[in-house]
């Protein structure tokens, strides 16, 4: 069934299926998506069928034994809101809260960056963690099982796992922040809950550059891409993500960052490459 139209060229769940495996994915993989849905094209079919073909080509090409994980983040503590794990609508594309709401899948107890998990390991990535970024979480948990992280439709966004490299790093720009209130679980009851988040230092040039992370996964040859319909989609190993980010990190603390003015060497040339 043809299900997305993109430069006068239709397209099946066959071809994304086959542009899957061209870029490694396979049977048994632990793959964690990040979606921009709308770069691809122009869908021919209604919303249900078209986002339910990209969720059905996710899970056959990972099979039985592999696990879908997908970010539904919804920052509610950080607004002061409930966290709903049920209700919670995810504020991070329109296939992740379709799939957060998909049979068989659990979500974490996270109230501020949650995730929606499907298969064989299901039960790896939902265990409490007192940081958002620290031991136990999804991203932790990514790295030790070799999983993959998928950019799907974009190369600059969804990056978040580099503020668990930041965490581990323990970069002078960021620090812990507590924060607090109440998630709702599955069964309605109602648990108060704390949770640490290592963030941003306002009062200095603390924002980070997406292009000199992908220079140091470019680098490590931990940035494969594949075209498909109108945009593009990555596959990085996320241990490798992890060690190599690390590295520089050691050399530079502040090396990530958009402004490197007195702030010693960069980890990489300037220029990017996709």
Partial sequence: MEFLRANNINYTKKDLILTLEKLGIQKGDIICIYTELFNFGIPLIPKKD?????????????????????????????????YDKFH?????????????LW?????????????AIKGKNQELFLKDTKSCFGQ???YDMLSKTNGKIILFGSKINGYTFTHFIEEKAQVPYRYFKEFQGKIVLENGINKNKKINYYV?????????????QIQILQQDNNFKIENFANSSIVN?????YLNATLKALEKDAYCLLTDLKNKGKSCSPTSTTF
Avoid at 103 to 115: A, C, E, H, L, Y
């Fill in 88 to 100: 919670s609508k995810c504020k991070v594309g329109i296939l992740n809260e379709f799939f957060r």
């Fill in 50 to 82: 078209h986002l339910s073909i990209y969720i059905e080509a996710f899970l056959e090409v990972i099979g039985k034994n592999g696990t879908l994980i997908m970010p539904t983040f919804t920052y509610s503590f950080c607004k002061n809101q409930i």
């Fill in 200 to 212: 941003r230092d306002l009062n200095m040039d603390s924002d980070l550059d997406v292009y000199k």
């Fill in 103 to 115: 049979g068989g899948v659990k979500r974490t107890n996270d109230p501020i960056f949650s995730f």
């Fill in 236 to 240: 990085i190993n996320a241990n490798r």
């Fill in 136 to 138: 136990n979480c999804v």
